[in-house]
């Protein structure tokens, strides 16, 4: 079983960068689909983007792509999430999941093992 902690998040200005860090331990990452997820007030948790080193594949969801960078440290067992030219519906707290398997990779109930979120506030 792998356990996830999160780090990074704050208050930034639109148009300004954070970038988020999801440490994992107990297993090596590079063994799961790590997801990053994000649950604004009042809202559903939203897919953000998803990242296998194995595999060798990320994908995003549109709101986020050409904005946000998902990336993996295998010797730090840390996966991060770079948010540039950041907008104020970003707000949320932004979760960092892990999956057993990449199927479905954009539903937050095929992920098994969830940090527990780091706030992201954007003001404009």
């Known amino acids: 079983q792998v356990q996830l902690v999160e780090s990074g998040g704050g208050l930034v200005q639109a148009g300004g960068s954070l970038r988020l860090s999801c440490a994992a331990s107990?297993?090596?990452?590079?063994?799961?689909?790590m997801g990053w997820f994000r649950q604004a007030p009042g809202k559903e948790r939203e897919f953000v983007g998803a990242?296998?080193?194995?595999?060798?594949?990320?994908y995003y969801a549109d709101s986020v792509k050409g904005r946000f960078t998902i990336s993996g440290d295998n010797a730090k067992n840390t996966v991060y999430l770079q948010m540039n030219s950041l907008k104020p519906e970003d707000t949320a707290v932004y979760y960092c999941?892990?999956?057993?398997?990449?199927?479905?990779?954009?539903?937050?109930?095929?992920?098994?093992?969830w940090g527990q979120g780091t706030q992201v506030t954007v003001s404009s």
């Open positions: 990242f296998t080193r194995s595999g060798g594949w990320t």
């Open positions: 999941a892990a999956a057993p398997s990449s199927s479905y990779y954009w539903r937050a109930n095929k992920y098994d093992t």
């Open positions: 107990g297993r090596t990452f590079s063994s799961y689909v």
